[in-house]
């Protein structure tokens, strides 16, 4: 209470008496402070109960008000004194000692409005960034301490002004290695600045140092000098570092505190400084230098420190967790890590390792998408090698299928959640690989990971499937053309899956309406010889409803006449096997919708990637090569042969996945999976075949149920929820598997249908 009273009564004081110089003022209150030391005999007291606060913010009132009655630029006589004296060096060390109680806290709140309320560069300055880098170091040592605010405080700031002026980050990064090096542009900014140092006038109206001011700067000497020989080995493994990047992980990580005071306040209890040290990261990898992203990817551990938080969380995970809770759990930004136990209903255990993983994964992909490209390239290599292949892949290759199964739901989840396109690239790397030449069948196990989760998707465990077949459809969708190329397009570049005979003039007699002279008429063949008129469409019919036809993609392009590729796919199924027109809302038109939407969707993607309008031309093709359609498609196909033997949910996403790859804009994939008409080689099959080879063996099996019309219908109105549950129904999968085979050759006649009449330009 008393010294609260001669704080008050100091103030008076100070404000009746004449006003002093600028820079007296300025000594005053320094002397003040140091003075304190000298005669103070109790060092338990709180700094809140002694006169250094106050001293503390007018000598940044007077550094402030001094800078702007000044020109920009220009250093005053007070700001001279803080630099010459080194008064923050002084006040670090205080603040080290937290002498008296609290003292740090004052330091760095002192230390973050002198960089954040003075227009002029200070970090330039030797005196400065020397004692700031200092301060960094003793950011971030120990969680959830009082002084946590102001740490976090500290630090955003410099990176704020880091993020102003990137080149300054050479004095935290490389500041030691500078000072060794007497070559370079940033060693000559640095001696101008001792120069400049040396040549600052002493003269401040005293003639001497106070004691207290003496016993200060011994203090800060004292404190120095064991750091110096540190110092010295620091600057020589940096120097190591920075000409060989493989050796940056054994670097001191020491040198470079203000990533690693950040890193360690990630990590804090207290949501708000985590999100506030995230933002400071996400501050220090944008910064476009150059020179400052090589700096801090390759003589910083922050890409290793990254990836092994997030291989530890991902260790921390369950060993078996349902798919459904990966799937739906919300991951909650960056360090806004709230989650209650007690207070969340639909708990799971495990729920909270998985919150905080999928957190911190999404803070790595928002902080590649927003850093320098150098940056951003490394971080992402860094989170493949370190994470995807070190930790993941041991998961998703094991043999246990629970194991499994809960490794590929949280490679789903990684899929679906990730934005940046460079972390994208190296998750696509990790999956497929780099492989670009066509497959073969001897080398489809060429990338061990791609062959075991393509055969996952015709694994034993229907659950594994459907996952896999779930991870597939997803990455379809992203926006990466390397996937669909690795998986089908690079087998279908010289469209050997045609026979082709050079023409002649009597072919080119034969061949009308673009198609290939040999090909098969389907509406000549026998299987579809008894169509009902009900179950076709004109020509005429389906050229009125389709939109307008755009000047890029007229419609006499020599394709197959959209209207028998359309009724081809629609009279596949025979009509005892239909059940779709008993029911209200399952006809056709729906898909015709969805087809529209979808397939605009795709071409907004794929219209960077510069594909070609037209089939690439047979005669620069070669044709001997045999063909083999990749071991994607092929599991497709084998899986598509067997829809009327499994169950339900795995045709829908077996389906599912080849509705995605017919809607992709490329001539060739339209060719090989859309159009009927297309001439196969011999021994090739196409989507159309393997759904030909399953409607001849529905029709066999058909004739040996009973009533089986009848119980077409009713399962299909128990899965639309029309019928309740009853009695079971033999041959359910059956069944069910020739509702999913009509609706599926709607969905592909849609397709179809809107890719020929749609153009290609959003």
């Known amino acids: ?32 402070i140091t003075h304190y030391y000298i005669e103070t005999s109790d060092d338990k007291a709180p700094v809140t109960d002694t006169n250094i606060p106050s001293h503390l913010e007018q000598m940044l009132d007077i550094l402030v008000q001094e800078e702007n009655e000044r020109e920009s630029g220009e250093t005053g006589p007070c700001m001279e004194y803080l630099l010459h004296h080194k008064i923050l060096e002084t006040l670090y060390t205080l603040g080290k000692a937290d002498c008296p109680p609290g003292m740090k806290q004052q330091v760095l709140a002192f230390y973050t409005k002198l960089l954040g309320r003075i227009r002029q560069p200070l970090l330039p300055h030797i005196n400065v960034h020397r004692p700031v880098q200092k301060l960094i170091r003793l950011c971030g040592e120990v969680l959830a301490t009082p002084t946590e605010n102001e740490e976090i405080q500290f630090l955003c700031i410099v990176c704020a002004k880091l993020k102003q002026d990137p080149y300054l980050v050479n004095f935290f990064l490389e500041s030691k290695l500078k000072a060794m090096a007497l070559q370079g542009s940033a060693s000559v900014i640095t001696e101008d600045m001792i120069k400049e140092q040396e040549s600052v006038s002493t003269d401040t109206g005293q003639p001497e140092e106070t004691p207290g001011a003496a016993g200060a ?21 940096e120097l190591n570092v920075t000409s060989s990047p493989e050796s940056s992980t054994a670097g001191p990580n020491q040198d470079y505190n203000l990533v690693n005071s950040l890193l360690n306040l990630t990590k804090s209890p207290d949501g708000r400084i985590a999100v506030k040290a995230c933002e400071g990261l996400m501050l220090l990898v944008s910064l476009p230098e150059p020179a400052a992203a090589k700096c801090l990817t390759q003589s910083t551990c922050l ?72 940056t951003a390239v490394a971080m992402a290599k860094a989170v493949r090698e370190r994470f995807f292949i070190d930790v993941m892949e041991p998961q998703l290759m094991q043999t246990s299928e629970i194991g499994i199964l809960t490794s590929t739901a949280l490679l789903h989840r990684i899929v679906r959640q990730v934005t940046s396109d460079v972390l994208l690239q190296e998750l696509v790397y990790f999956i497929l690989g780099e492989h670009r030449e066509p497959e073969t069948l001897a080398d489809i196990n060429r990338h061990p990971l791609r062959h075991r989760l393509i055969e996952h998707c015709d694994h034993i465990s229907d659950e594994i499937s459907i996952m896999t077949l779930r991870m597939f459809e997803h990455l379809l969708q992203k926006p990466n053309e390397h996937i669909l190329y690795n998986l089908v397009l690079r087998n279908l570049e010289e469209r050997n899956y045609m026979e082709y005979k050079p023409p002649c003039q009597e072919d080119k007699d034969v061949v009308e309406n673009g198609q290939i002279a040999g090909a098969v008429d389907l509406e000549e063949d026998p299987l579809f010889t008894d169509l009902s008129p009900d179950n076709t469409l004109s020509a005429q019919e389906w050229l009125s409803a389709s939109p307008p036809v755009s000047p890029e993609h007229p419609k006499n392009d020599g394709k ?20 779709s027109y008993h029911v209200e809302g399952t006809g056709y038109d729906t898909y015709l919708r969805d087809a529209h939407r979808q397939f605009r969707d795709y071409c907004v993607v794929c219209l960077r990637w510069e ?41 829908l996403q077996v389906t599912s996945v080849l509705s995605k790859l017919s809607l992709f804009p490329h001539p060739h994939i339209h060719e090989y999976l859309l159009d009927p008409y297309v001439n196969l080689a011999s021994g090739c099959k196409s989507l159309f075949s393997v759904i030909v080879r399953v409607v001849g063996d529905l029709m066999v099996r058909i004739q040996r149920i009973p009533d089986f019309t009848p119980k077409l219908l009713l399962v299909r109105k128990r899965l639309l929820g029309l019928e309740p549950e009853g009695p079971i129904i033999d041959h359910m999968t059956l069944l069910e598997g020739v509702i999913v085979l009509e609706e599926f050759c709607k969905e592909l006649a849609a397709i179809a249908f809107v890719k020929y009449h749609t153009s290609a330009t959003p």
């Open 560 to 579: 197959t006449e959209v209207h028998k590729i359309v009724n081809s796919f629609l009279c596949l199924v025979p009509d005892e096997a239909k059940s």
């Open 611 to 651: 594909w070609p309008g037209s089939p690439r031309s047979l005669e620069k093709c070669n044709l001997e090569a045999s063909f083999f359609e990749g071991h994607f498609l092929k599991v497709l196909f084998e899986r598509m042969g067997r829809i009327l033997d499994q169950p339900y949910d795995v045709n």
């Open 303 to 374: 890409c290793e420190l990254l990836t092994d938080r997030l291989a530890t969380l991902y260790k921390a995970l369950p060993q078996s967790l349902d798919p459904l809770d990966i799937e739906t759990v919300e991951a909650i930004n960056w360090g806004l890590d709230s989650y209650s136990h007690k207070e969340d209903a639909s708990a799971f255990p495990g729920k909270r390792a998985l919150i905080s993983f999928l957190s911190w994964f999404d803070y790595c992909d928002q902080l590649i998408k927003e850093a320098q490209k150098t």
């Open 1 to 32: 209470m008393f010294s609260k009273f001669t704080s008050i009564l100091q103030h008076a004081v100070e404000a009746l008496a004449p006003s002093l110089p600028l820079q007296e003022d300025f000594v005053y209150h320094w002397k003040a």
């Open 217 to 237: 700067e011994l203090m800060e000497k004292e404190d120095e000098l064991p750091q110096q020989p540190e110092e010295l080995s620091f600057s020589l493994d």
